[in-house]
């Protein structure tokens, strides 16, 4: 089965910069085969979508709170997916998510539609 595992996450300040990787193993397909997706949830609040990417890697959705600020990228080669974070913000702190759609290879941007979740990595920005 598919397992996820995050990395990356840390202390930071505002306006610094991050990079989260998620590395996914197991499963009998590439994760090519998967669309893929960062979530966050901050204390307190529901978990959100941050972006997700299809498969191929053409497609990609972005929050509108992070669109120009995070970049959400995919090496099939290496089972990796990557969200890269600059200009992060106190508002941006939360446990940051990888979760991978096992039945669809778009773009899917609905957190229940996804079937596996990594455990997480906190990313903490200070002011």
């Known amino acids: 089965q598919v397992q996820l595992v995050e990395s990356g996450g840390g202390l930071v300040q505002a306006g610094g910069s991050l990079r989260l990787s998620c590395a996914a193993s197991?499963?009998?397909?590439?994760?090519?085969?998967?669309?893929m997706g960062w979530f966050r949830q901050a204390p307190g609040k529901e978990r959100e979508v941050v972006a997700t990417i299809s498969g191929s890697g053409r497609s990609i959705y972005y929050a509108g709170s992070v669109k120009g600020r995070f970049t959400i990228s995919r090496e099939n080669a290496k089972n990796m997916v990557y969200l890269q974070m600059n200009s992060l913000k106190p508002e941006d702190t939360a446990y940051y998510y990888c979760?991978?759609?096992?039945?669809?290879?778009?773009?899917?941007?609905?957190?229940?539609?996804?079937?596996?979740w990594g455990q997480g990595t906190q990313v903490t920005v200070s002011s």
């Open positions: 197991g499963g009998t397909f590439s994760i090519s085969s998967y669309a």
């Open positions: 979760a991978a759609d096992l039945h669809r290879v778009g773009l899917v941007t609905i957190s229940v539609e996804y079937d596996v």
